[in-house]
């Protein structure tokens, strides 16, 4: 049956923006051209997430991430004991400098499951010049310390990841990142393009420099020589030392769908929760005044099942999808 024929049951996967603040400028993310933000009045309360989570009986996933770092929110291990405590799985990307040996085994002992670090560079000068505000060697302390608490532990959880957002200026140092971290004991890797390619807002706009940055630095623009040398180089340096290498499609389908099925499955599947409320179709986006669905305040049931997000669902079972979606790298297939 079709999604279209069949209604979607409330999700079971709920990412929330838990802080809009970070401590970092990195130059893919929309916090770069934005004015900083307050880590306490730009994050979600304890009050408000639990009410979320109440709300959505049937959780199996949790993911407390967003434009901002979610180590620099508040309550964060308070979110990832309540969640669990009601029998999901939670996690979060971090950049992982803020990641103190104590911070880390306040998040084990509240069942933290995953925890994805980024990382895009094996050189300090390469990570350094993206991940504006960032030191590699704390970053390899942070991670270290973490590993070395899990083992002193005796603990599995959580599965730490290594994310790479690869771009021209940094795909070279893929093999080399490969070997970098399983020095640090992480045996798995994901690498990803960047997220979007912001076609959908005016050129001119205030989307103007970040939608530069990825015209400059996307792979799906050109390098896909260089791309795919280095790519075959870290599935060889990853098959050598046990490493499960995760690696983006470069050419993807541009949205192609089945017929009957939608070009992104995600607003059958799951939702996503700014740090203020604001509901929008998914975490893609970057930028409330692109795309929202609703508030949590009207509750989540009636935003899951209102006229905008039945609207944007029906769009997506259409080869006419909201401009929004188009430059999107996972409605793409490229993510």
Request: proline content about 6%; some cysteine; charged content about 25%.
């Amino acid at each position: 049956m079709s999604p279209a024929a069949t209604p979607p049951t409330l999700p079971k996967e709920l990412q929330v923006e838990v802080t809009a603040a970070c401590n970092l400028r990195c130059r893919m993310c929309l916090v770069r051209y934005r004015p900083p933000v307050n880590r306490v009045a730009g994050s979600m309360s304890l009050g408000t997430f639990t009410r979320l989570v109440d709300q959505l009986p049937g959780l199996e996933r949790v993911t407390l991430q967003g434009l901002g770092e979610p180590l620099l929110a508040p309550d964060l291990v308070a979110m990832v004991r309540y969640a669990t405590e009601r029998g999901a799985k939670v996690g979060f990307n971090t950049n992982a400098t803020l990641l103190t040996r104590a911070k880390a085994g306040a998040l084990i002992d509240a069942g933290l499951e995953w925890l994805h670090v980024s990382l895009d560079g094996a050189t300090s000068a390469t990570y350094e010049a993206i991940r504006d505000g960032a030191h590699l060697d704390r970053v390899a302390t942070n991670v270290v310390g973490l590993m070395d608490e899990k083992q002193e532990r005796r603990t599995a959880r959580p599965r730490v990841q290594v994310v790479f957002v690869a771009q021209r200026s940094n795909v070279a140092e893929l093999p080399a990142l490969v070997r970098l971290v399983a020095g640090w004991g992480i045996d798995d890797v994901r690498v990803q393009n960047l997220s979007h390619d912001f076609s959908d807002t005016d050129p001119a706009g205030s989307y103007q420099e970040i939608r530069d940055y990825t015209a400059a630095e996307a792979l799906w623009h050109g390098d896909r020589g260089r791309a795919a040398e280095a790519f075959g180089e870290a599935v060889d340096v990853a098959a050598e030392l046990g490493v499960t290498l995760r690696l983006p499609d470069h050419e993807g389908d541009g949205g192609r769908r089945r017929p009957g099925q939608p070009g992104c499955d995600w607003p059958w599947r799951s939702t996503y929760v700014m740090h203020d409320g604001a509901v929008q179709p998914c975490c893609m986006i970057m930028g409330v005044d692109r795309a929202t669905v609703g508030h949590a305040d009207e509750g989540m049931g009636a935003v899951w099942h209102g006229a905008s997000l039945r609207d944007l669902r029906a769009q997506l079972l259409t080869d006419e999808p909201p401009d929004v979606c188009r430059g999107c790298a996972m409605y793409r297939h490229v993510f």
